[in-house]
């Protein structure tokens, strides 16, 4: 098993930034993907960035110019530094944790920007 417990979310204006840390903790050893996704009242699930092992990162295209995902693996921990965040970043971020073909995902960090 895989625990993952994320920090960093909260209440931000238009146009400020917020950190988010995920770490993972049990059963690291073969994680290979980690990564964000959000999820906003009444909408799925959505990719925001993900990173290998290796820091190969993946974006979604509408968020790509403002965040940026960077991985610490001697801390078992990846961070998403978001900037310029508009109203509509407003979501609940849940971080994963892909090992031997599973998902393990975090409780999520709600993240409000205000207009």
């Known amino acids: 098993q895989v625990q993952l417990v994320e920090s960093g979310g909260g209440l931000v204006q238009a146009g400020g930034s917020l950190r988010l840390s995920c770490t993972a903790s049990?059963?690291?050893?073969?994680?290979?993907?980690m990564g964000w996704f959000r999820q906003a009242p009444g909408k799925q699930r959505e990719l925001v960035a993900t990173?290998?092992?290796?820091?190969?990162?993946n974006y979604a295209d509408s968020m790509k110019d403002r965040f940026t995902i960077s991985r610490d693996n001697a801390k078992n921990t990846v961070y998403l530094q978001m900037n310029g965040l508009k109203p509509e970043d407003t979501a609940v971020y849940y971080c994963?944790?892909?090992?031997?073909?599973?998902?393990?995902w975090g409780q999520g960090t709600q993240v409000t920007v205000s207009s």
């Open positions: 990173i290998t092992t290796g820091g190969r990162t």
């Open positions: 994963h944790a892909d090992r031997d073909y599973r998902r393990y």
């Open positions: 049990g059963s690291i050893v073969s994680i290979n993907v």
